[in-house]
């Protein structure tokens, strides 16, 4: 969903995207620098604590996780999101899914960018390919990047 930033045209052109979608989330309401969220884990908990337990130990479990972090790569295929999210030390996937958030929540998903800050809440699972997920019943924008990551950072 984002492009590599090659000239300072480039960069321009992303921050005005941005700033778009910024006066767009403020006119929904959304508060895109807030700080409500209690993370209940560190994503690193949630490795340590799940890595090696099965899809149907995690479906039977049910584990209800709580984290924050930055978003650092976003998938989008239609009615579903993939990103993976850092935090001072883990990263992680996490699954959007339209039919679980609803049109109004979806419709904020797809206002994120790569440096975003969200927190998330939802369940533990493993996708098809055995990767860790958490499949995000709710979420939170925390802060809204203008500028995009230095290409080293992610």
């Known amino acids: 969903m984002e492009e590599k930033v090659q000239t300072s045209q480039d960069i321009n052109r992303i921050i005005e995207q941005r700033l778009k979608k910024l006066e767009e989330l403020r006119k929904l309401g959304v508060n895109p620098y807030s700080n409500t969220f ?4 560190r994503i690193s908990e949630i490795i340590k604590e799940y890595i090696e337990k099965s899809n149907e130990e995690l479906e039977k479990e049910k584990p209800f996780l709580s984290v924050a972090g930055r978003i650092m790569a976003l998938r989008s295929f239609g009615k ?3 990103a993976h999210i850092q935090d001072e030390k883990g990263k ?3 699954y959007f899914r339209k039919d679980i958030l609803g049109n109004d ?6 206002k994120l960018d790569i440096g975003d800050i969200i927190g998330v809440e939802g369940e533990g699972f493993r996708t098809k390919t055995g990767e860790l997920t958490i499949l995000v019943k709710n979420f939170q924008l925390l802060t809204k990047s203008l500028r995009p990551l230095p290409e080293k950072y992610h």
């Not at 209690?38 to 884990?41: D, S």
């Not at 929540?105 to 797809?110: E, P, R």
């Open 38 to 41: 209690k993370p209940r884990h």
């Open 105 to 110: 929540l979806f419709k904020l998903v797809k």
């Open 80 to 82: 579903s999101i993939f």
């Open 92 to 94: 992680i996937q996490i």
